[in-house]
């Protein structure tokens, strides 16, 4: 009896509730962003089409099979403990180092960030498992309405965002993407001379802005199939008890011992 009135107050404790809705609001567009981030980091495919589609063997004098080595290169230092960047790729039979100094230092920089969100995909990732566990533990089925309250916000404020980021892009993505990297890094190591830095040369704006709406859409997506998830979920099972009931439960007296239905 004291667990099910324990729980009952839980349920309805508004601490309660706001803490999950925040937490679920708050952490569910981060997990998605920083794993999508991860993905398309580390996603050689994507690395190959852009020097495709920016014909980067022409920007750059580099064969084909040399940017791809550098875009593998690249991926093993996201996923490495070394702090500086050293691509090497052949040209014309010798082999030479492909970054200058000043990019190399950005790219330090990058990993950091790249680091700080894949951390941010960890961190999430087990908030959100946590708190859905205990949360069914705790107050069983009357923890779906709490759910999908913080899904229904998390998927208003990710399309918020998304929507801004999106169009923002779409119209100036130079002035967005200054913005991001003024935001981003304590230094000017980012502001690269385009006639001098092959970085820019393998990763032209065009690339980054196909990056960025591919991000910001399926992320988007991802919360709105959650939100789907969610709504069905409540429909289907959140009758706490009631579904297939043809008889209406017994009349308790106060002293009967009660075991919660979760």
Do not use: C
Request: neutral net charge; proline residues 3%; charged residues 15%.
């Amino acid at each position: 009896m004291n667990r099910f009135r324990h729980n009952e107050r839980l349920a309805s404790s508004s601490t309660f509730r706001v803490a999950v809705i925040v937490l679920v609001a708050v952490s569910l567009p981060l997990f998605f962003i920083s794993w999508n981030v991860r993905v398309l980091t580390n996603s050689q495919t994507f690395y190959e089409w852009g020097f495709d589609n920016y014909n980067v063997e022409r920007r750059t004098g580099l064969e084909g099979t040399e940017l791809n080595s550098a875009a593998a290169q690249i991926i093993d230092y996201f996923n490495n403990d070394e702090e500086l960047l050293d691509v090497r790729v052949n040209f014309q039979g010798t082999e030479f180092e492909l970054f200058n100094q000043r990019e190399i230092i950005h790219m330090r920089d990058v990993k950091e960030l790249m680091n700080a969100v894949f951390l941010v995909g960890w961190v999430t990732s087990v908030l959100l498992v946590v708190l859905i566990v205990t949360g069914f533990f705790t107050v069983g089925r009357r923890f779906l309405p709490l759910l999908r309250s913080g899904i229904i916000w998390s998927t208003i404020g990710g399309l918020v965002i998304a929507a801004f980021v999106g169009l923002a892009s779409l119209i100036d993505f130079n002035t967005t993407f200054r913005i991001f990297h003024e935001i981003s890094f304590r230094n000017d190591f980012w502001m690269l001379s385009p006639s001098q830095s092959m970085l820019l040369r393998m990763f032209p704006q065009g690339f980054w802005l196909i990056a960025t709406m591919i991000l910001v859409v399926v992320s988007a997506i991802e919360l709105g199939v959650v939100y789907g998830g969610a709504t069905w979920g409540l429909r289907r099972f959140g009758r706490s008890g009631t579904r297939g009931r043809t008889h209406p439960a017994p009349a308790l007296d106060s002293d009967a011992v009660v075991e919660p239905t979760i």
